[in-house]
């Protein structure tokens, strides 16, 4: 599969950029082994990489300029340079600088990418092992199913979601380099929104349904749509202009340091945890509202007498988010297996999703501009949304107004059937 994705990405570079900067040699070793004061002209091969020098040799305006940048210029056969040329002997030195970090660029984007997609088996095998615990604690209808497409694409949306640092929080076994190129992938794509949406189409025709029970064996056997995600951005990039200068633009790859993955990273499976978690959850009667402008954890306690919010944010039933000041009441309809207290726990400990993600998600998916299954969805910014990676039903408590305007004249927030909270009937 690795030499696929070379393949496919690198068909589109030879001719978009390749050629035109008849470039055939291999990188300077980029594990320097001493630090250098950074001169993003420097002439020296072993100069060392900076993530400024992309904007310190403006090379979006290089590469893009109408008029003046490569796509306006006329292409150099890379044909006419032998294979070990240098680009100080076959380049004006005027512009060796600027093609040694496109070409830096086009080889970290693509390993990348690759990284990427052989860090997901791993992923779904991790995933795939708090199946059975789930299931035996909230003993879940055998008939719950998840679409593929949808299990795809959470899976996929993971390595962005802890980009952020609001999720990286609470996300166990996370390194600070999964992070970081979490972040760089999550930047790279609001400059490219082509890519984000090539990743992650928001329409499909595929059908196919999995048994919660099977998730991990069919995600396994579903390489090729796995890669052909993964690939269908890579492409875009190494065929595109526009799209490869915006995603490059913001020096992500452009540091001495290359963004790898390792085939056993950890965390990257969070947003198809919190998929299986809160679909299983809503397929038992679990179901949540919220109490909004929540100043405090004190605030909490003094509004509903749960107790004391303890160090995870839960309070008896409640849980509190600090980062939206929303306090969220948890619920059973069918009355049986775990509390909602120790559900809760239990989320925390076994690393089965964050409650940020459940709670905060879930609110946010219902009342957000795109409520329903799909658990990404990209803006025309390229912004992803992934809030509904939580499908945890959500309803208003009875008696309370509906807590966000209404949509073609109905709350968003309609409980099971039309029902508020703790009706019975739901």
């Known amino acids: 599969m690795q030499k696929t ?22 990188l300077p070793d980029l594990d320097l082994a001493a630090r250098q004061e950074i001169n993003c002209s420097d002439l020296n091969p072993a100069a060392v990489f900076d993530a400024s020098c992309w904007g310190g040799l403006d090379l979006s305006d290089w590469l893009n300029h109408p008029t003046t940048g490569w796509k306006a210029r006329t292409p150099i056969d890379p044909q006419s340079c032998p294979g ?9 030195p ?12 086009i080889y970290a984007i693509n390993n990348f990418f690759t990284n990427w997609y052989l860090a997901l088996p791993y992923a779904i095998s991790q995933a795939g092992l708090m199946i059975t615990p789930v299931v035996h604690e909230l003993d879940p209808p055998a008939a719950t199913n998840i679409a593929l ?16 640092p609001e999720v990286a929080a609470g996300v166990d076994g996370l390194l600070a380099g999964t992070i970081t190129a979490g972040s760089v992938l999550v930047k790279g794509l609001a400059q490219a929104p082509g890519v984000a949406q090539a990743i992650w189409p928001g329409g499909t025709t595929d059908s196919t349904t999995v048994q919660i029970s099977n998730i991990a064996t069919e995600l396994s056997s579903s390489t090729s749509k796995l890669s052909a995600r993964i690939n269908n951005g890579l492409v875009l990039l190494m065929s595109d202009m526009p799209s490869f200068v915006g995603f490059a633009s913001t020096g992500g790859f452009s540091g001495a340091t290359p963004l790898s993955l390792a085939k056993q990273t950890d965390g990257i499976d969070i947003a198809l945890r919190t998929l299986v978690l809160s679909t299983i959850m809503g397929g038992n009667k679990w179901q949540a509202w919220a109490t909004l402008n929540v100043a405090s954890p004190a605030a909490l306690e003094s509004l509903t007498a749960c107790g004391t919010v303890d160090s995870n944010g839960i309070c008896g039933d409640y849980w509190y988010s600090a980062a939206t000041q929303r306090g969220y009441h948890l619920s059973n309809l069918r009355g049986d297996g775990p509390s909602p207290n120790q559900l809760m726990n239990d989320i925390i400990s076994n690393g089965w999703s964050t409650l940020a993600l459940l709670f905060d998600g879930g609110y946010d998916c219902t009342a957000g501009p795109n409520p329903g299954p799909n658990p990404v969805n990209v803006a025309a910014g390229g912004a992803l949304d992934a809030s509904c990676s939580s499908q945890l039903p959500f309803c208003v408590a009875c008696g309370k107004p509906c807590p966000v305007a209404e949509v073609d004249g109905a709350c968003p927030f309609v409980g099971c059937g039309g029902k508020c909270c703790g009706d019975s009937l739901c």
Not at 155 to 163: D, P, R, S
């Open 5 to 26: 994705l070379h393949q496919s990405a690198y068909a589109g570079l030879v001719s978009l950029v390749l050629g035109q900067l008849a470039l055939t040699s291999p």
């Open 84 to 92: 070990d040329a240098t680009l100080s002997t076959y380049l004006s």
């Open 149 to 164: 497409h949808y299990l795809l694409t959470a899976l996929t949306a993971g390595l962005a979601l802890v980009g952020g």
């Open 94 to 105: 005027s512009i060796v600088p600027q093609t040694r970090y496109v070409v830096k660029n």
